[in-house]
């Protein structure tokens, strides 16, 4: 696999790996759930990955393996969310500039924030099956996606602002 062995992917790869550690912050740091670049490592992956497999799979690994660690259960509504975090990535990596990986948080965090708190996909006893238990759930979710949104935001700059400084000081990072 020659995309393995590059300069690019490797960094990639590391920046990826560091902000997956992000998700110990709310554990560390009390009030700030949902506060990681877990959501800017999902769009930052999309867009500079140049092997969409790898794009999927080094993220969805990194927030496995996090998951591990600090005691996170297999949630499907959580990676399919993620997932869509990531197809957010591939909307901008022709074109990524300011606007365009702001408009990438706001989306992502939003279809994070509607798929995850799909009443539907909790068990009935937590929300009833109704537009009122859809609308409970969704309120209930809202510091949980505000904070998404900023941590979407602050790390997204750190991310893509981190690379892009890198590439200019180390050409060989740019894309091929």
Known sequence: MKHISTTRFIVLTLLVVAAALTRALPYLIPHIWNFTAIGALAIFSGAQFSDKRMAFIIPIAAMAVSDIFIGNGFSLAVYTGFVAMVGCGFLIRNKVNTTNVILASF??????FLITNFAFL??????????????TSYAAGLPFFRN??????VFSTVLFG???????RYPVLAKV
């Open 107 to 112: 989306i992502s965090a939003s279809v994070f």
């Open 162 to 168: 981190s690379f892009y400084f890198l590439s200019k």
């Open 148 to 153: 998404m949104l900023i941590g979407n935001l």
């Open 122 to 135: 909790y068990p009935a006893t937590m929300y009833p099956r109704n537009i009122s238990g859809i609308l």
